[in-house]
């Protein structure tokens, strides 16, 4: 299995632009979960999806975030209008129950890292 | 609301000494405990785990982690260290849902 798979790999925009992440999870996982990671605040849950469906979303942000996951193999991340406090790394994660009840863990994608100027 | 301290920001060893991470968790039920490690520029990899059992639990890359539900702990050892276990290591708590709560990670840098 090739893993979670994230794109970009880095991405770097202007304030005010509107920017996508993307995530395929490993074949046959039910959750999904969004987290960025910044010096500041360390890993935060963005949103987690299960079975498609987004189940908590209270880690986003502000109502400029938003995810969607269309079909079990693909989830995306957008952010728009995006601002310079944006900027991180955003992983996607994957597993094949619900997470922390999944004696596998999370599988983690190598991350996008966003700067926003 | 589980949460988890790592209490060492930064750890610097020297290449074939040992190594312990200290992670101390807080929930009050028995926990999930997790040891992850991401290397600079890549995703966090799960290096062990910890449910129920035996408390010493062994993972891989030669890390063993010991359950100590009185200290609420789950510390990180390697007996000898590598150049390539530099890395940042967290340790993440998980309960009966699906989240995971991650500490603030330790930076390992290896000497040689």
């Known amino acids: 299995d090739a893993g979670v798979i994230q794109s970009p790999r880095h991405e770097v925009t202007e304030m005010g632009q509107e920017v996508t992440l993307r995530c395929k999870p490993i074949?046959?996982?039910?959750?999904l979960f969004w987290y960025r990671q910044t010096m500041m605040r360390g890993l935060e849950l963005l949103i987690y999806?299960?079975?498609?469906?987004?189940?908590?979303d209270s880690g986003m942000p502000e109502d400029r975030f938003s995810a969607k996951m269309p079909n079990a193999s693909f989830s995306t991340l957008k952010i728009q209008p995006s601002e310079p406090r944006d900027s991180a790394v955003y992983f996607c994660?994957?597993?094949?129950?619900?997470?922390?009840?999944?004696?596998?863990?999370?599988?983690f994608g190598s991350g996008t890292r966003l700067t926003v100027v | 609301a589980q949460s988890v301290t790592q209490p060492d920001i930064h750890i610097t060893v020297s290449e074939g000494a040992s190594l312990e991470l200290r992670c101390n968790y807080s929930?009050?039920?028995?926990?999930?405990l997790f040891w992850y490690v991401q290397s600079p520029g890549q995703g966090l990899q799960l290096l062990l785990k910890?449910?129920?059992?035996?408390?010493l639990v062994q993972g891989i890359k030669g890390f063993e982690a010991e359950f100590k539900r009185s200290q609420s702990s789950f510390n990180l050892r390697k007996p000898s260290v590598h150049w390539s276990d530099a890395a940042e290591y967290f340790c993440?708590?998980?309960?009966?849902?699906?989240?995971?709560?991650f500490g603030a990670g330790t930076t390992v840098t290896v000497r040689a």
């Open positions: 074949s046959g996982h039910n959750s």
């Open positions: 929930y009050g039920a028995t926990p999930y």
């Open positions: 910890y449910f129920s059992g035996d408390t």
């Open positions: 999806f299960n079975n498609n469906v987004p189940i908590d």
């Open positions: 994660a994957s597993s094949l129950g619900q997470g922390a009840k999944d004696r596998d863990g999370y599988t």
């Open positions: 993440a708590v998980g309960s009966n849902d699906y989240k995971l709560s």
